[in-house]
């Protein structure tokens, strides 16, 4: 008798997984588990759409009815608790034990905390749409809004709360905003745009100490002064949840280790998303972790089918995104594969670095402009990416070189 496919963490990679088990043909039990009280949900508006709109909505994967019309069981506002990998079950928090062929753990990852004494409730964290809610009622006029973190999370925050009127002030302790896998000259373009919205942006500074009374949040400076902010938004980085991996006894690498295929080192447990590192072949094997919209959909996909027995390679080129102030800024591929960059300019401000190999290889694009504008040229060097091409530099740099005819050749 079929146990069916069990996959705990309800958001968007998990909800995918659901989705795609069922396209796929597969009729045995599916069972969804989240511990948010939501349907699955996507995180990208909790950070821009949802901060400015009048009445910020839930971007849901699927609706109820569309979960109950493919009979996938959604189980909300639980966490799971433990797996007996030997007996197939999942023990969740309200004691029930759902059982499995195969399990699919689609846990995420939560905001990495900042370890000081003094945070108490106006100091906070965006991870869910409920955090979402949360800081939205700080953002408005007269509002001082302190933002720990020069990361993607912080800025779309900043520009956010300076839409809706709030002074803003963005900490960062590295030398520069988005130090990780943005390269210096598009982290230029984004901290000027800031700066010309009003938000100061302080690069280089540690934290002292930080005193919330809970009616203002007082950041004291390693350099000397201080910050007073009546809400302060923590965005340091992300890390993965992997404790009931580990407690289960599956191998942990940055992440719940996966092979290609995102199985874990027990053969009937699947891990997807954000929770989990897996090797790259088109970087030479080399074992990532993403943390990206993506990301989530495509493994939630691959997962899907691999635990159908298709056996796929994870063959996506990783790609990211941000929108701030109508600038749009994406990224292909892993930039800190390249040794050399070239530049070329698309016109209106917009330009892609292509950043190559030491072999010649191309191994990732990093464009920025206004709207859409490099859109389908970041596009197209993911497509020469994935064929690990070899295009001459010239031809790159060159405005009347056509990307589409580097991929014919």
Known sequence: MTKGMVIIGAGECGGRAALALRELGYDG?????????HLPYERPPLSKDAMVADAPLLKAIASEAVLAERSIRHIHSLQAVAIDRAAHVVRLSDGSVPTYDKLLLATGSVPRKLPMPGLDGRCVYLRTFNDALAIRAHLSAGNRIAIIGGGFIGLELAAAARRLGAAVTVIEAQPRILMRGVPAEIAEIIHQAHEAEGVKILCG?????????????RIALAGGHDIVADLAVIGIGAIPVTGLAAEAGLIIDNGIAVDAELRTSDPDIFAAGDCCSFPLAIYGGRRVRLEAWRNAQEQGALAARNMLGAGEAHAAVPWFWSDQYGLTLQIAGLSDEGRSIVRRELGDGAFILFHLAEDGRLVAASGIGPGNAVARDVRLAEMLIAKQAKPAPEALGSQT????SLLAA
């Open 205 to 217: 500074e540690g934290i002292a100490a930080i005193a919330d009374n809970g009616a203002e949040v």
């Open 29 to 37: 039990p599916v069972t969804l588990v989240g511990d948010e009280p």
């Open 401 to 404: 070189v056509k990307l589409k």
